[in-house]
């Protein structure tokens, strides 16, 4: 409705200029003004928000939520952080068990957050700025536009290909054209909510600095997933022709240089962080080293690791090795497992991880060792009858 | 996140299938439990939410879900099952979600989403039949007796699933259709309209009647289609005779 | 599994819609019981007790399915020799999402965690656990049998599966029996356990 669009074009505006001003930090009396719970009025949007009605049925009794409430709290809290008791008050935030980076919001209020995300970022800032983020996009409503604007477009499409076909020119360049104007929509919008999400954390306790930090990691993982897998790293400032985001490099960029000019400082909370994801921590590592991709994920590790290597962090890596298994793998496997063992890492998995590392590099007698006291650990584990088999041998 | 070599790959396969595109056939298929019958006035069935979508589908075939449409659609669909029903003199009741939730039900719904999937594409269509379901008046499908003990359905003897489609084709989408068949002879699908609906006995969990339509009639957006629309949902439903399924008004 | 390769493209490309899948001349054939039927393109054979349905797609190149009311519903695969540097089934995106491969060192307790793994990445999924696992003679040979369960992405039915295998000669044999949690898994159990009994090479 073009009265709300004027808001937040005004909000926008408003919201940037005291950013510049260096506002008072933290005070939510600097943020704009805020319309309430936005009710559908258009055909178009009510259309959507009913299917995600149904939708957020399904999500509330879905297995892939994470019901934690602890956890649930504290992602609630990091998100009211940022964006102020006013605008978090209606928006219902589900945790969902996935091991990829992301986080999504819907028109109707209700946001998902992937576990991977959680797993990625370093602090509450980090976490304040992805989530910002996302209601960026519900307070500037992207969802219908993007929405609207891909009906009209795949409209000229159709007609395009026909009308070149019927004439025996190469209908596919001129297919590729349409298309690039619906993915360059795409990619404003995201980078609108990018400067929104910034606002969100200029006016809260987070330095908005953080904000550039998780998507120059970001590139770094991905460039580490490329080398691991012998494949060229992909990152190039301009974004490539199907990229639907801006590429991570010019959001860093951006980014970076608006929280120059914000000039914000705070405290990002690394060590609120950690200490709430500690119990999720194990979980969320294997979620990410079963997925095969072995330079990616000891990125990650290295990256989480930055303030010492923790029990939790040297077992999976340690389990990251023994799964690509290369011969010098199982030897670095049986290090970290031992590395872990000796700073206390408490489950008694660790002596089955070294025991198998050690028994497939040809140290048979050290592995049956560390078996055997695996099994002394925990005689009722699900696999003790096999392991048992190998410690006999 | 997007990889760029899918979608080059997908936007090239979209313009062949476009040139490509065959016009899917006509489909309705029901099946019935061999000997199972159902006296009117004798039953006691609970609709399960029904799964409604109703919307237009744009030119390049998007499909656009309309508030309004649903909404009404829902609501005649509503009442024109249970006046079709009510014809029958079955009792039909709307499954009420008991306090801690639904999820014993949404369990079974999905289950029955599997189940009536794998009835259509290894029972119904012939291109793709399994042996053992080709047997001439074979009909052996269910959920498991235990459906009788989720919460709500007690005191319930069926379990009345429902689900519809419709992507009504815009202006463009028809009008790309006729050009389509003009200049390159191409016959392109326009609107959608797809239904089944499921009867499950809910002592046993067989799968005691199930009616698919791939091209379903009747516009849900008003009384008379989502009557029309009612009736064909629940052609050879149990113990019902083509005549006393009409709804007034059609 | 032939929904393994199901394409996992996530992407709400307007255009797509209209490209209507038409069914596959699949060749679905009849596997009468009582007589030894040799799977998956290998010197595994079986001997079924009941009938059963062979499905004409195949999830790899030395595997196939056998299925009584369609995978979804019940599913015995058969692995017949799975190779070193080899995965267990087709795979969809093998630049962004590669498969984990066998080995031919692999430790008979590597063999769940490589039908986890694979599994995760084909199915996009993190709600997959194995259960249980135990040594058990397979078709002759020393191996495993191990159990789990899994829920598919964009599906809320929870499965259940049990497999069992073996490696010889540096290659992976496996049967593997999945089936939705509710009714269907116990449903099939004592007939996909006899076929998994009557294994030989």
Known sequence: ?393 | MLHLKGLAALACAVVCALLLAAPVAAQEKSGMKPGFNLAPGTARIVLMRPTIKVGAQSTGGMFEPNADWTAQGRENLGRAIAEAQGKLGNVVVAYEEPAGGAAGAAEYQALFTTVANSVMTYQFFSGNRLPTKKRKGQFEWGLGPGIGKVSGLQGADYALFVSTEDQFGSTGRKVLQVAAILAVGVAIKSGLHTGYAGLVDLKTGELVWLNADAQMGGDVRTPEGAARRAEQLFKGFPGSTPAALQVAGR | MRAKFAAVLTVAAPIVAIWAASPALAGNSLIAPGKKAAVARSTLSVTPSSEWNKMGARPGRNSETWTLDGDGLNDVTFYGGVGDGQTLFKEVDKANRPLPRVSSTMLVTDIPTLLENSYRIALGTSLISIDAIEPTSFAGEKGVRFTYSFTKQDEEVRRRGEARAAMVKGKLYMITYEAPALHYFDRSLTAARELADSAKF
């Not at chain 1, 940037?16 to 003004?33: C, E, H, L, Q, V």
């Not at chain 1, 954390?201 to 993982?221: D, K």
């Not at chain 1, 023994?322 to 670095?332: C, E, H, M, T």
Request: charged share 25%.
């Open chain 1, 1 to 393: 409705m073009m009265r709300m669009r004027a808001l937040a074009a005004t909000a926008a505006l408003f919201g940037f200029a005291s950013a510049a001003a260096a506002a008072p930090k933290g005070a939510d009396t600097a943020r704009p003004p805020y319309a309430q719970a936005y009710e559908p009025t258009t055909v178009d949007e009510r259309g959507l928000w009913q299917q995600l009605d149904d939708a957020e049925r399904q999500l509330r009794d879905s297995k892939f939520v994470i019901l934690d409430p602890a956890l649930n709290d504290y992602v609630r809290g990091v998100f009211c952080r940022t964006v102020g008791d006013e605008r978090c008050r209606n928006v219902r935030i589900y945790v969902m068990r996935n091991p990829n980076f992301n986080a999504t919001m819907a028109p109707n209020g209700m946001m998902e957050v992937y576990s991977g995300l959680l797993l990625r970022v370093r602090n509450e800032a980090e976490l304040g700025a992805v989530l910002g983020h996302e209601f960026g996009h519900f307070e500037l409503r992207h969802s219908l536009n993007g929405f609207k604007m891909k009906r009209i477009s795949t409209d000229i499409a159709m007609w395009g290909t026909l009308l070149i076909a019927a004439g025996g020119n190469d209908p596919t360049r001129f297919q590729m054209g349409i298309l690039s104007r619906i993915f360059a929509y795409n990619r404003n919008q995201e980078k609108e909510a990018d400067l929104k999400g910034l606002e969100y954390l200029v006016s809260s306790p987070y330095p908005s600095a953080a904000a550039a930090n998780v998507w120059e990691r970001l590139m770094a993982e991905a460039d580490a997933t490329a080398a691991g897998r012998k494949q060229k790293a992909q990152h190039s400032y301009a974004a490539g022709f199907f990229a639907d985001h801006p590429t991570e490099l010019a959001r860093a960029k951006y980014l970076r240089d608006a929280a120059g000019k914000a000039g914000d400082e705070g405290d990002p909370a690394a060590a609120a962080y950690r200490s709430a994801l500690d119990k999720w921590l194990p979980a969320f590592l294997d979620d990410q080293i079963k997925l095969n991709d072995f330079g990616g994920s000891d990125y990650l590790l290295q990256q989480l690791a930055g303030d010492g290597w923790t029990p939790d962090l040297l077992y999976a890596r340690a389990e990251l090795y023994r799964q690509r298994a290369n011969p010098r793998d199982l030897v670095s496997a049986a290090q970290f497992y031992q590395e872990a063992i000796d700073k206390g890492y408490a489950g008694a998995e660790a002596r089955r991880g070294l025991g198998l590392a050690l028994i497939r590099s040809q140290q048979g007698e050290q592995g049956r060792t560390a078996l055997r006291e695996y099994l002394r650990m925990k005689p009722d584990a699900p696999d003790a009858s096999l392991i048992s088999t190998l410690v006999a041998d």
